[in-house]
């Protein structure tokens, strides 16, 4: 597992006494994604458009970690930090040794992205189409950008959710029941 950052180029935060690593390229991780939007909005709105938009793919990067965070409590693994920069983010945190447990936590982010997807679908069927500047760019990042990132996350490449997931279901299917090796 990589080792979080406790020196560098990262402004720290502390939220219910997790540390989160907010990298000075951040910002560049919504401003490719927010071009689309701003292309599309009236003359002189592309701007704030692409603020918006970059702001709230913040946010999701931001849920999807606590997602897994929140999880690795439920199981009582340690959480030593979120990190979040231009390439993404990370949650560090203990690794439970059950195989069920590091599932749990593997998916916690996955599950918190669906969770907001539903929760803004249920939203934007309720109160139809949105009004503002903002909350279009929310639905654009929250409903669209969110199931492609879900996607992303949950396919098995290098490095993602889906690939450590996949691994730890294969760990298991090799120890298979009865040969008393600890997964």
Request: hydrophobic share 50%; proline share 6%.
């Amino acid at each position: 597992m990589k080792t979080h950052p406790e020196h560098g180029p990262y402004f720290r935060v502390t939220v219910l006494a997790v540390p989160i690593y907010l990298h000075w390229s951040l910002p560049l991780l919504g401003a490719g994604i927010g071009l689309l939007p701003a292309m599309y909005a009236p003359p002189g709105r592309g701007f704030t458009a692409c603020l918006w938009v970059t702001a709230f793919l913040v946010l999701l990067v931001l849920l999807h970690e606590i997602g897994h965070a929140v999880c690795a409590r439920v199981v009582s693994a340690r959480v030593h930090g979120i990190v979040l920069s231009a390439l993404g983010g990370c949650c560090f945190c203990e690794e439970p040794v059950q195989r069920g447990r590091k599932l749990v936590v593997l998916l916690g982010g996955i599950g918190a992205q669906l969770a907001l997807l539903v929760v803004s679908l249920g939203l934007l069927w309720l109160l139809g189409a949105p009004s503002s500047e903002a909350l279009t760019c929310l639905a654009f990042v929250f409903v669209g950008v969110n199931v492609v990132y879900i996607v992303l996350s949950a396919f098995p490449s290098n490095g993602s959710d889906g690939e450590r997931i996949l691994a730890v279901i294969r760990e298991g299917r090799k120890s298979g029941p009865g040969t008393g090796r600890v997964t």
